[in-house]
């Protein structure tokens, strides 16, 4: 069977699977560059790996206290080495990023204190974590207040807002990487940089904290490359690399990471404490297969942006700019835009093929929700996933793919949903 009926017998229509490839064709240049870059970070894991002599008796779990445990203490040594930090927490115990980026908030803010996001609004569940939206156990429950500064009209950081934002209360900065459920740019390591640069020249003890979730590995450095005092993400996204079942990491300051240790689990116990029972080895294999795993999802994203932008609709970032996380949004305008592109996305997962996912109210966010998820690991967006809010502008956002092939044919499948309802008209 060649390929073009092999696609056909799951479902792909000849003129869906022709215009796919016309379009792939186009990226050669593109993909070798994502390649390249998998090269470099494949190299820079494998040397952390090397440099902290991970052996198979790292893979042993422990249970109870979990005290000495080796695998966990070494692979936070990796973890630090390759993002060059000085210290890690990478941890089954953080529950997903939102806890991630809770922790290291609520461990180095003090009653008084005042936190200011320079990058806009942060990430929606985060608005209860630091009680935008009003939430038990927020941050202002506490009495630490917020402020915050957007991203000027073209994107860039409004320096002169950020400037009068800072005063004697301001402790930490938090900065976004990625766009989150924002039709905004992702913001590139070089000008996270930047910000912080100046924000250190008016403030140098005000920590900054940069939301990692979906940009490890997109680049060849990180924030903590660039003076970010903490980075803080989710494994369930690009650094677990699809392996690992769950959990959370914090990178950064030694002093800020051990903080963050004494509130994740309590004081005085801190990183002592922690079983990491049988995972261990997913986090390894995970994070040793996360640079190629980030870039086949990378291609998927360039692709759906390619197909997309050429049909008419609103893609971000655009089929040709450089790529700084692995979400592609796509605006289609109405709700059944959205619900069909995730139901294609859906239909092509190995997990759950079957299932129709729907709009629900999910926790922490302030609209319906819809996702489709078709993943080995529940609510993985490394792995082939969508969502999108039902709330103008109606935009989807797409991400992950274990593998490039993969994800090209969930975009396929997504297409062909789209054209079938007569949403996308295929030239
Ligand atoms: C996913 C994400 C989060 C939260 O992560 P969860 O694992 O879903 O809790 C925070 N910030 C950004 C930018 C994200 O993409």
Same mark, same amino acid.
């Given at each position: 069977?060649?390929?073009?009926?092999?696609?056909?017998?799951?479902?792909?229509?000849?003129?869906?699977?022709?215009?796919?490839?016309?379009?792939?064709?186009?990226?050669?240049?593109?993909?070798?560059?994502?390649?390249?870059?998998?090269?470099?970070?494949?190299?820079?894991?494998?040397?952390?790996?090397?440099?902290?002599?991970?052996?198979?008796?790292?893979?042993?779990?422990?249970?109870?206290?979990?005290?000495?445990?080796?695998?966990?203490?070494?692979?936070?040594?990796?973890?630090?080495?390759?993002?060059?930090?000085?210290?890690?927490?990478?941890?089954?115990?953080?529950?997903?990023?939102?806890?991630?980026?809770?922790?290291?908030?609520?461990?180095?803010?003090?009653?008084?204190?005042?936190?200011?996001?320079?990058?806009?609004?942060?990430?929606?569940?985060? +608005?209860?974590?630091?009680?935008?939206?009003? $939430?038990? @156990?927020?941050?202002? *429950?506490? !009495?630490? &207040?917020?402020?915050?500064?957007?991203?000027?009209?073209?994107?860039?950081?409004?320096?002169?807002?950020?400037?009068?934002?800072?005063?004697?209360?301001?402790?930490?900065?938090?900065?976004?990487?990625?766009?989150?459920?924002?039709?905004?740019?992702?913001?590139?390591?070089?000008?996270?940089?930047?910000?912080?640069?100046?924000?250190?020249?008016?403030?140098?003890?005000?920590?900054?904290?940069?939301?990692?979730?979906?940009?490890?590995?997109?680049?060849?450095?990180?924030?903590?490359?660039?003076?970010?005092?903490?980075?803080?993400?989710?494994?369930?996204?690009?650094?677990?690399?699809?392996?690992?079942?769950?959990?959370?990491?914090?990178?950064?300051?030694?002093?800020?990471? +051990?903080?963050?240790?004494?509130?994740?689990? $309590?004081? @005085?116990?801190?990183? *002592?404490? !922690?079983? &990491?029972?049988?995972?261990?080895?997913?986090?390894?294999?995970?994070?040793?297969?996360?640079?190629?795993?980030?870039?086949?999802?990378?291609?998927?994203?360039?692709?759906?942006?390619?197909?997309?932008?050429?049909?008419?609709?609103?893609?971000?970032?655009?089929?040709?700019?450089?790529?700084?996380?692995?979400?592609?949004?796509?605006?289609?305008?109405?709700?059944?835009?959205?619900?069909?592109?995730?139901?294609?996305?859906?239909?092509?997962?190995?997990?759950?093929?079957?299932?129709?996912?729907?709009?629900?109210?999910?926790?922490?966010?302030?609209?319906?929700?819809?996702?489709?998820?078709?993943?080995?690991?529940?609510?993985?967006?490394?792995?082939?996933?969508?969502?999108?809010?039902?709330?103008?502008?109606?935009?989807?956002?797409?991400?992950?793919?274990?593998?490039?092939?993969?994800?090209?044919?969930?975009?396929?499948?997504?297409?062909?949903?789209?054209?079938?309802?007569?949403?996308?008209?295929?030239?």
């Amino acid at each position: 069977m060649n390929l073009e009926t092999m696609y056909g017998s799951m479902g792909i229509s000849k003129e869906v699977y022709a215009y796919g490839q016309k379009i792939e064709k186009e990226l050669k240049e593109r993909f070798a560059a994502i390649d390249e870059n998998a090269e470099y970070n494949q190299l820079k894991v494998v040397y952390a790996m090397q440099k902290h002599r991970v052996s198979d008796i790292h893979f042993a779990g422990t249970s109870g206290y979990g005290y000495n445990d080796l695998g966990r203490d070494t692979l936070e040594e990796v973890y630090a080495e390759a993002f060059h930090a000085e210290a890690a927490l990478v941890r089954p115990q953080i529950a997903c990023g939102t806890h991630a980026l809770s922790v290291a908030l609520a461990a180095n803010l003090r009653p008084g204190d005042e936190l200011l996001a320079v990058s806009g609004k942060p990430y929606d569940t985060l +608005e209860e974590v630091i009680g935008i939206r009003p $939430s038990s @156990g927020s941050l202002a *429950e506490y !009495g630490i &207040t917020y402020r915050q500064v957007d991203l000027r009209s073209d994107d860039s950081f409004d320096l002169e807002g950020i400037q009068k934002a800072m005063n004697e209360r301001t402790k930490m900065v938090h900065i976004q990487r990625s766009k989150g459920y924002q039709t905004r740019r992702t913001l590139s390591v070089a000008d996270i940089g930047e910000v912080i640069a100046y924000i250190k020249s008016i403030n140098p003890e005000v920590i900054c904290l940069v939301d990692n979730c979906y940009g490890e590995f997109v680049e060849r450095i990180e924030p903590t490359d660039v003076g970010a005092d903490l980075c803080a993400g989710s494994l369930i996204k690009n650094p677990g690399g699809g392996l690992a079942p769950a959990g959370g990491y914090i990178v950064g300051k030694e002093a800020y990471v +051990e903080n963050c240790a004494y509130r994740l689990t $309590s004081p @005085g116990l801190g990183k *002592e404490v !922690g079983a &990491t029972f049988g995972v261990m080895q997913s986090f390894y294999q995970g994070f040793f297969l996360a640079p190629a795993v980030t870039a086949g999802a990378l291609k998927g994203a360039v692709f759906a942006a390619n197909i997309y932008e050429r049909l008419g609709f609103d893609v971000l970032p655009n089929g040709r700019e450089s790529r700084h996380d692995i979400i592609q949004a796509i605006t289609f305008g109405t709700p059944e835009g959205v619900i069909e592109f995730c139901r294609g996305i859906q239909a092509a997962a190995p997990v759950d093929s079957f299932a129709e996912p729907e709009p629900w109210a999910m926790p922490g966010y302030d609209s319906d929700v819809i996702m489709a998820a078709g993943a080995f690991v529940q609510g993985s967006s490394i792995e082939l996933s969508a969502d999108g809010p039902i709330k103008p502008p109606y935009a989807v956002y797409f991400q992950g793919g274990l593998t490039w092939e993969h994800a090209k044919f969930g975009i396929l499948k997504s297409l062909q949903k789209l054209s079938d309802a007569g949403i996308a008209k295929i030239p």
